[in-house]
């Protein structure tokens, strides 16, 4: 049981270059989330799938697009890179407790210059 | 909106000290809260939960109490060791329909032999 992976673990990017963050977990999850991680900013949610076939919105979504692919698959897609996305990137999920007790990746380190 | 607010840091103890990290909230209605740490270079990691009024949740010799008259939840600890140097982080969830859980900023925690 790996929980939630992510990948990759580290990438640098130029600015207009294009990525896709990936994220499965194997807990059967319903809900999954996409969060960056800046210093003195704490988490802030970019996307969430509260069910297979759904996506929705966070705090900062500008920038990028998110896929749903299937219920152990999230991804996160920068299409043109800039230096404002340089940042740690977590993917989490959560299942029906209904405490929303999330369970987190252990992250990508995203670089762009 | 939700909010919560946590301590700044960072704070430095020495080993075997007593620890506080004081966490308040803002929420409509009766939400969960949550302590989560995250070690260097790993994601987050669920350290205790309280769904619900005066519930303690503890967890490793940690603890943190529901105060819905304060609004508060401070996770605290009796003997601090160095393996819980460490970022702290407060959140609450509100239920009522929100996938989203509420994050403070951090507090991170340098524990000295």
């Not at chain 1, 800046?38 to 990028?64: C, Q």
Request: with cysteine.
């Amino acid at each position: 049981n790996a929980g939630v992976t992510q990948t990759p673990k580290f990438q640098v990017l130029k600015t207009g270059q294009s990525m896709t963050l990936q994220c499965a977990q194997d807990m059967n999850h319903n809900s999954m989330y996409w969060y960056r991680q800046d210093p003195g900013m704490g988490l802030r949610l970019i996307y969430y799938s509260a069910s297979e076939g759904t996506t929705d919105k966070g705090e900062v979504p500008n920038g990028y697009n998110v896929s749903r692919l299937n219920k152990r698959e999230f991804s996160l897609r920068l299409e043109s890179a800039a230096p404002s996305q340089t940042s740690v990137y977590f993917c989490a999920s959560t299942g029906t407790s209904g405490y929303n007790e999330q369970f987190f990746g252990p992250g990508t380190r995203l670089t762009v210059l | 909106g939700n909010s919560v607010t946590q301590m700044e840091g960072p704070v430095t103890l020495s080993e075997e000290a007593f620890l506080t990290i004081n966490c308040t909230y803002t929420a409509t209605g009766y939400p969960s809260l949550f302590w989560y740490v995250q070690y260097p270079g790993e994601g987050l990691q669920l350290l205790l939960k309280a769904t619900k009024a005066d519930d303690k949740g503890s967890n490793k010799g940690f603890e943190a109490t529901y105060r819905k008259e304060t609004t508060s939840f401070h996770l605290e600890k009796g003997s601090v060791q160095v393996s819980d140097s460490a970022v702290y982080f407060c959140a609450l969830y509100s239920g009522a329909g929100s996938y989203q859980l509420t994050f403070g900023k951090g507090t991170k925690l340098s524990v000295i032999p």
